[in-house]
């Protein structure tokens, strides 16, 4: 790169979004990102340290309430019962169809 802000030989100017460009020198190729450091491999830990941990996550999650449940389980009950009637309807409707295109096509 040039010190007077001109581009030099093999360097590019990478767009972003916000109209600022980012200088780029030679040999450097868009979309490929730096080398990351090779991963660690994980440690075994015994049975007692799983439950001590599955028991320090579930302290960190937020119960509902009791009146928030109430409510969720009534959404639930509500939508199915209407859900279940307009099936039943709808099946009704349907069968009749049926019966009276299997009369018709029988007549004949």
């Not at 093999?10 to 080398?35: H, I, K, M, Y």
């Not at 099946?91 to 169809?97: E, G």
Request: aromatic content about 6%; overall charge positive.
């Amino acid at each position: 790169m040039a010190g007077n802000g001109e581009l030099g030989d093999g360097d590019s100017v990478e767009s972003t979004g916000s109209g600022a460009g980012a200088l780029r020198g030679p040999g450097s190729r868009r979309g490929r990102s730096e080398a990351a450091p090779p991963a660690k491999k994980a440690q075994r830990t015994g049975f007692r340290q799983f439950v001590r941990e599955c028991v320090a996550e579930l302290g960190k999650v937020q119960w509902p309430t009791r009146r928030h449940l109430w409510q969720a389980s009534a959404v639930v009950v509500v939508v199915t019962v209407v859900l279940g009637v307009y099936i039943a309807l709808l099946d009704s409707v349907l069968t009749r169809i049926a019966s009276w295109l299997i009369d018709q096509y029988a007549a004949h």
